[in-house]
């Protein structure tokens, strides 16, 4: 089930759900899913129809329901529970920002000037903009602390990619 094909607009609805449930472990309301991605309520509820189809979401009936995603659902994103997860202190603009970092991606490490870092976050990123600094860091194992400019933003997949200016760890003497 991990290989589902989402359309973007699924793709967008589905994290947006996942986000917002992981913040508050509770079902999730169309109305607020649509707030977070500008969308039309009606819309969402449509869409999660197909989800449910693909066993990707669960309706929750009742005053308090709404939606939930499925296990599948993070494997579809290429998530896990945000307590399976070290948390990674980011901060943009100098100010520390709450989010959980997933995952690090070096490109070119081999050449410095042109390094980038593909940040995968469990949530949203709200904040941040287009040419921020950021400093993400210390990594739970190496202490890893990666310093840089903000490049692109890239909300469906909760994930930044950075110009690396400075990554340092400290050496460990065996």
Same mark, same amino acid.
Do not use: W
């Given at each position: 089930?991990?290989?589902?094909?989402?359309?973007?607009?699924?793709?967008?609805?589905?994290?947006?759900?996942?986000?917002?449930?992981?913040?508050?472990?509770?079902?999730?309301? #169309?109305?607020?899913?649509?707030?977070?991605? +500008?969308?039309?309520?009606?819309?969402?509820?449509?869409?999660?129809?197909?989800?449910?189809?693909?066993?990707?979401?669960?309706?929750?009936?009742?005053?308090?329901?709404?939606?939930?995603?499925?296990?599948?659902?993070?494997?579809?994103?290429?998530?896990?529970?945000?307590?399976?997860? #070290?948390?990674?202190?980011?901060?943009?603009?100098?100010?520390?920002?709450?989010?959980?970092?997933?995952?690090?991606?070096?490109?070119?490490?081999?050449?410095?000037?042109?390094?980038?870092?593909?940040?995968?976050?469990?949530?949203?990123?709200?904040?941040?903009?287009?040419?921020?600094?950021?400093?993400?860091?210390?990594?739970?194992?190496?202490?890893?602390?990666?310093?840089?400019?903000?490049?692109?933003?890239?909300?469906?997949? +909760?994930?930044?990619?950075?110009?690396?200016?400075?990554?340092?760890?400290?050496?460990?003497?065996?």
């Amino acid at each position: 089930m991990s290989h589902a094909e989402l359309s973007e607009s699924q793709r967008r609805i589905l994290t947006a759900l996942v986000n917002d449930f992981q913040q508050t472990d509770e079902p999730v309301k #169309a109305q607020r899913i649509a707030e977070t991605i +500008d969308r039309d309520a009606g819309s969402i509820r449509n869409q999660m129809q197909s989800l449910k189809t693909l066993q990707l979401v669960e309706g929750v009936p009742g005053p308090a329901g709404g939606y939930r995603p499925t296990e599948n659902a993070f494997a579809v994103l290429d998530r896990d529970r945000l307590d399976d997860r #070290a948390t990674v202190t980011l901060s943009g603009s100098y100010d520390r920002i709450d989010v959980t970092v997933d995952e690090i991606d070096f490109t070119n490490v081999q050449h410095p000037e042109t390094c980038t870092a593909h940040v995968h976050l469990q949530q949203s990123a709200e904040g941040l903009e287009v040419g921020d600094p950021v400093a993400i860091g210390p990594t739970p194992n190496s202490n890893l602390v990666i310093a840089g400019e903000l490049e692109v933003i890239n909300e469906t997949a +909760d994930e930044l990619v950075v110009d690396v200016a400075v990554a340092e760890a400290p050496l460990v003497e065996e």
